[in-house]
T-cell receptor, first 115, second 116 residues
Framework: AQSVTQLGSHVSVSEGALVLLRCNYS??????LFWYVQYPNQGLQLLLKYTTGATLVKGINGFEAEFKKSETSFHLTKPSAHMSDAAEYFC?????????????WGLGTSLAVNP | NAGVMQNPRHLVRRRGQEARLRCSPMKGHSHVYWYRQLPEEGLKFMVYLQKENIIDESGMPKERFSAEFPKEGPSILRIQQVVRGDSAAYFCASSPGLGDEARGYTFGSGTRLTVV
């Protein structure tokens, strides 16, 4: 069965510092991989996704993530944090085959950005 | 080009009442997923529906919860005889169909259910 682990439920960085949010997955075959962001009391917005091709994926708001098959990881990074990046970030996976492409979620990482 | 519409945004119910949550998928999308977000537990899959069909309801509690996606109209998540533990944010996501999830599911803004 697939599972997703996000290391660190809370991450705090200074404005302008590097953001690194970790995500590891467990799956018999490489799944589709997603990062979503949730601002307080709002819905889920897709940041980026990996399906096939280049393993370094660029998303919105300056975020990017790299799929590393050997490490079963899909860590999210941003070179320079902005105050507006403070939010909850979720890593998710879905199967590439089968009749149900439901998303399996990590527990989320709350990102705080300090001035 | 409206996105996924969920209503109501906030719903307050007393214990024992029924809650009906609605989800209108994006135009052209025929697949709907419901997820529940509980405090400290993250997001959990509940049910996957296509028009007039329940494909996977393995994440639905065995009792009191039901879902439908009729040929016409929105998808409905129905919770009968609500209890305090049902208080959560319920999100709906839609996609065009199998094989299109690579585009990323589109989520609604959610319905926040509070049971008092």
């Amino acid at each position: 069965a697939q599972s997703v682990t996000q290391l660190g439920s809370h991450v705090s960085v200074s404005e302008g510092a590097l953001v690194l949010l970790r995500c590891n997955y467990s799956s018999s075959v490489p799944p589709y991989l997603f990062w979503y962001v949730q601002y307080p009391n709002q819905g889920l917005q897709l940041l980026l996704k990996y399906t096939t091709g280049a393993t370094l994926v660029k998303g919105i708001n300056g975020f990017e993530a790299e799929f590393k098959k050997s490490e079963t990881s899909f860590h999210l990074t941003k070179p320079s944090a902005h105050m507006s990046d403070a939010a909850e970030y979720f890593c998710a996976v879905s199967e590439r085959a089968g009749n149900n492409r439901k998303l399996i979620w990590g527990l989320g990482t709350s990102l705080a950005v300090n001035p | 080009n409206a996105g996924v519409m969920q209503n109501p945004r906030h719903l307050v119910r007393r214990r024992g009442q029924e809650a009906r949550l609605r989800c209108s998928p994006m135009k052209g999308h025929s697949h709907v997923y419901w997820y529940r977000q509980l405090p400290e537990e993250g997001l959990k899959f509940m049910v996957y529906l296509q028009k007039e069909n329940i494909i996977d309801e393995s994440g639905m509690p065995k009792e009191r919860f039901s879902a439908e996606f009729p040929k016409e109209g929105p998808s409905i998540l129905r919770i009968q005889q609500v209890v305090r533990g049902d208080s959560a944010a319920y999100f709906c996501a839609s996609s065009p169909g199998l094989g299109d999830e690579a585009r990323g599911y589109t989520f609604g803004s959610g319905t926040r259910l509070t049971v008092v």
